[in-house]
């Protein structure tokens, strides 16, 4: 009974947290079911770099997919509260919840990735962002945990405000975990000289081509922990900003 009567208590007290986890988790793994389906049809050999080039008319399917996930995480995130930094701190829980939850799933159904050393591609939003596995796991929990503090300290009565200096930390560390993820292909670009047809890069033989042939080796590691670090930062600058106002 005991034991009950927390579990009762736990939900209600959390109720929308468990709420839009458990519509990120489906989401997540809807997600890696669709993958599977591609990876069926591009790669029956198993995913693995160099990325197979697809016709314009399924890239662009691609995309609207990312872009529909994105809006409909975005979408419950309003539903779920009122204030604007309320509504952005539940946003990053729903996609931290959802990455992590499509990784389980194709863990589930197709044993990959091997190691979390394993490479990925991500997003196709501007160009392809890829890395290790580790690294969008890592950058998920950061969102979770990011999330629920922000959301646990409103919930508590202090005062939620984030300062001009933590919002720029904060965009800051966003910005070199992005440079880390497109960096590979945006040095194919450059080295390729197809920066006057990067809105059309798609449409670009030469690009097709470095595609085809190109193995990720190196992942920059540096800029990628800088930005995890200043984010934590800029975390730990909202915490004590938030407690300290409390206390007056």
């Not at 009122?82 to 044993?111: M, Q, R, T």
């Not at 965009?171 to 992005?178: N, R």
């Amino acid at each position: 009974m005991r034991l009950t009567g927390r579990l009762s208590r736990f939900y209600r007290n959390n109720r929308k947290l468990i709420l839009t986890a458990i519509f990120a988790f489906a989401m997540g793994i809807l997600e890696a079911v669709v993958v599977v389906y591609l990876r069926k049809m591009y790669y029956p050999e198993g995913f693995d770099f160099p990325l197979k080039t697809f016709s314009l008319n399924i890239l662009s399917l691609e995309v609207i997919r990312e872009a529909a996930t994105l809006i409909m995480l975005w979408t419950v995130a309003l539903l779920a509260a009122k204030k604007w930094h309320i509504k952005f701190a539940y946003f990053f829980f729903l996609f931290g919840v959802w990455d992590i939850s499509y990784y389980i799933g194709l863990k589930c159904f197709l044993n990959w990735p091997l190691s979390f050393l394993t490479w990925d591609l991500l997003f196709l939003i501007p160009l392809p962002w890829i890395s290790p596995v580790i690294a969008p796991i890592l950058v998920a929990l950061t969102m979770i945990i990011y999330a629920v503090v922000v959301i646990d300290l409103e919930k508590r009565g202090f005062p939620v405000f984030f300062r001009l200096k933590e919002i720029i930390i904060m965009l800051a560390g966003g910005i070199l975990i992005f440079i880390s993820f497109v960096w590979n292909y945006t040095k194919i670009i450059f080295e390729n000289s197809l920066l006057t047809k990067f809105l059309s890069i798609a449409k670009t033989d030469a690009f097709q081509v470095v595609i085809e042939r190109y193995k990720p080796v190196n992942f920059k590691w540096g800029l990628y922990m800088a930005g995890l670090v200043l984010i934590y930062i800029s975390l730990a600058l909202f915490v004590r900003n938030s407690i300290s106002k409390m206390g007056r």
